[in-house]
């Protein structure tokens, strides 16, 4: 019988006193702290599509965020997109004052964006299907978009995510251009910056408020049949332990482990760019090695490391953009 996991003491309990955050801390640090050039670590740097951090250490400042929608912007001007583009923010301390900063720059370069009403939230499935929904049929001015969130990284920590066209996360050919030209304008003291007051940015006719999440909402009844679960007035007690049981007897246990360990720039940059011939040995945990990937099955796109794989397991590394591999 494969093991149950551990259930947190935390588990149904406020947060210990400990474990909270200082949000006012937080939010001042992000306007008033300087990223310091000379420092790598404190540069822009793109993980699974996006910069993250916290404003504590100064890695997710304003001048961050005024770098990258720069950059962004610079390289939508480059290679396009032309259309609007979808803003959205989760409910971390430091996403919304990195929206409104976003805002201030695009509505400065003239990017017509369309954000949440209200102040609301905008998980990021809600805008990678605005912009699938956008752009479906069309061949021109076609839309994008920013997540502003560090998706499961800790409450101190800020992030901001470009996604292209395609709705997915941008592969590392778009992240490495815009990481490239934000740090050129970091070094310049976003001198290249510009920027509009945020009482201006939101009234602009090119800001629209409208709600996204709403249409996410109701576009599941396409992939899930709600008159179907209506109709069955099913009343059900499910005990997963149990499938896990059944699925465990038929395909064996899984096991997943994740290490993280600190890494330099110059260590992420020589696991992001690895090839397959990086890996010399034929075998993995006894099984012979199937496939060394750099580039997802898929949809050709790269992973932003290697992945090893075998018909049993595989293991993939690469780097974050949390100064960890």
């Known amino acids: 019988m494969p093991t ?3 259930v947190s003491p935390l588990a149904g309990r406020p947060a210990p006193k400990e474990m909270l955050i200082d949000v006012g801390r937080l939010e001042r640090d992000f306007f008033e702290k300087r990223p310091d050039v000379t420092n790598p670590e404190q540069l822009v740097s793109f993980g699974t599509s996006g910069h993250r951090g916290s404003s504590l250490h100064g890695v997710f400042t304003e001048a961050h965020i005024l770098a990258i929608t720069q950059a962004i912007c610079d390289y939508r001007r480059a290679h396009g997109p032309d259309g609007p583009l979808y803003l959205g923010k989760d409910t971390h301390a430091l996403s919304g004052p990195a929206e409104r900063t976003a805002l201030d720059v695009l509505t400065a370069n003239g990017v017509d964006t369309i954000v949440q009403p209200n102040n609301g939230i905008t ?3 809600v805008i990678s299907r605005a912009i699938l929904a956008y752009n479906r049929g069309r061949e021109a001015h076609i839309a994008d978009g920013i997540a502003v969130t560090p998706s499961h990284n800790p409450p101190k920590d800020g992030g ?5 066209a395609h709705g997915g996360p941008a592969g590392t050919e778009v992240t490495q251009w815009v990481e490239n030209r934000a740090n050129e304008l970091l070094r310049a003291a976003n001198a290249g910056v510009k920027r509009v007051p945020f009482a201006s940015a939101i009234r602009s006719a090119t ?3 409208e709600d996204f ?5 109701r576009d599941l009844r396409n992939v899930v049949d709600m008159d179907a679960i209506r109709a069955a007035h099913l009343k059900l007690a499910v005990d997963p332990g149990e499938h896990y049981r059944e699925l465990t007897a038929q395909f064996g246990a899984p096991w997943y482990t994740r290490l993280d360990a600190p890494a330099t720039p110059e260590q992420k940059t020589r696991l992001r760019t690895l090839t397959p011939e990086a890996v010399g040995a034929q075998t993995l945990a006894g099984d012979p090695i199937l496939s060394k990937l750099t580039r997802a099955p898929g949809d050709d796109a790269p992973i932003g490391g290697l992945k090893v794989v075998t018909a049993n397991g595989s293991f993939a590394a690469r780097p974050s953009g949390t100064g960890k591999l």
């Open 207 to 209: 800001t629209h408020q």
């Open 4 to 6: 149950v996991p551990k």
């Open 160 to 164: 901001f995510k470009y996604n292209p």
């Open 213 to 217: 999440v709403l249409p996410y909402v």
């Open 123 to 125: 998980p990021v499935p």
